[in-house]
């Protein structure tokens, strides 16, 4: 398993690394829209859709919604950031109460809606922050990659009163304090650099990584409904796409969203 998940891993990375900041314009959009279809592909999948023919039909509707977004020149639009912000913080609600509020969610129709405020604006947040400026977009992934580690690490160690043991019990509050001490440090270093002033910096990226941790812990609820351990086997040794990109489905629209404010200094 260590070995297939290194090999994928030198596969992906560069590949990752060449579309996110190798491309530009339409080539970019194109790009970030393929994994978004393909984590809508999954989604399906976790929705209950099993059935090849009509499994397509969610990823295509999406490919669908972002082409006229593009063809309309409307893929700078905010709603959809403002519409994931609000769909965050009902899901926020659904993972505290699972498994009592489950029955909320449990049709198949609801959790494709679930996932299509979550992949929907991810795109929308990429394509803002590409256009930002391409430090913005390394500084997301970077802050997600830091809370991963800075949460394994931290876990690992001190890691004691369980997060959402019904969710993932493997999560742990010490875990989250270590991802926000990790991620905390970056926006200080972002900071010092003169990218933003530090305050308003520190306080979206506090969020916006407890966030990102939510979005883990979502599709993590709706595996365990549909006794799953990975979304799919597209990513031999790391699981499927949603797998990956399942904290930046909420990071990086949220952070899209707060951005101006960090960059008008809090105003």
Known sequence: MLKQRI???????????????????????????????????????????????????????????????????DSHARWPLYLAALAWANNLRWVMRYPVASQEWHATGVRLAVGMLALLPTWF????????????????????????????FSGKRFGKRKLAPRVSPGKSWEGVYGGLVATG????????????????????????????????????????????????????????????IDSLTAAVPLFSLLLPWILGGGA
Do not use: C
């Not at 390394?138 to 991963?148: G, I, P, Q, S, T």
């Not at 933003?196 to 812990?217: I, M």
């Open 7 to 73: 090999i994928t891993a030198l596969i992906l990375a560069p590949l990752a690394l060449l579309g996110l900041f190798g491309l530009d314009g339409a080539p970019f959009a194109v790009f970030t829209g393929g994994v978004v279809m393909l984590g809508a592909w999954e989604w399906a999948n976790l929705s209950g859709v099993r059935a090849g023919a009509a499994r397509l039909i969610f990823p295509l509707a999406l490919m669908a919604l972002m082409l006229l977004a593009w063809l309309a020149d």
């Open 125 to 152: 947040g990429f394509i803002q922050l590409k256009a930002s400026g391409g430090e913005w977009l390394l500084y997301v992934l970077l802050m997600v990659w830091a809370a991963d580690i800075g949460a394994y």
């Open 185 to 244: 440090l970056l926006a200080t270093g972002y900071a010092l650099s003169g990218f933003a002033d530090w305050l308003p910096l520190l306080l979206v990226t506090l969020g916006v990584t407890a966030a990102s941790v939510l979005g883990d812990l979502l599709e993590s609820m709706f595996k365990r409904e549909r006794k799953m351990k990975d979304s799919s086997q597209l990513l031999p040794g790391h699981g499927g796409v949603m797998d990956r």
